[in-house]
């Protein structure tokens, strides 16, 4: 269960709006993009943020048992605010009584937090 994780990013990969991208694997296979990209592009429309203009990434996280987009961007100065869906057999759920991020994402908030006090 605790196995290291294949966490990769590179810094060309951005969506449409410069959402920074991050994949992890379970698998340590290359995560294959497309679905998470048509998942992300789905969860932005129905959250009122200016995307363009807010410091935000998203994870492509190919897990043992399932697929899981998180969703994380900052808000109100310093909060960070998440929308995790996962892939079932009915397709993307967003249920956060049933879907978190994992110890493995953890790795790059904290990431992503050093470097946005950094930066702000």
Known sequence: MFEPRRIDSHASWLDADGVELYTISAHASTVEQTGYRARLAQVKTGIEVDWPSTA???IFHDGA?????????????????TSVSARSTQGWVEDP???????????VFWFERNRYVELV
């Open 56 to 58: 935000a990434f998203a």
């Open 97 to 107: 009584r049933r879907y978190s991020f994992c110890l493995w994402d953890l790795e």
């Open 65 to 81: 048992t399932a697929a899981y987009l998180v969703l994380a961007w900052w808000g109100n100065d310093n909060e960070l605010f």
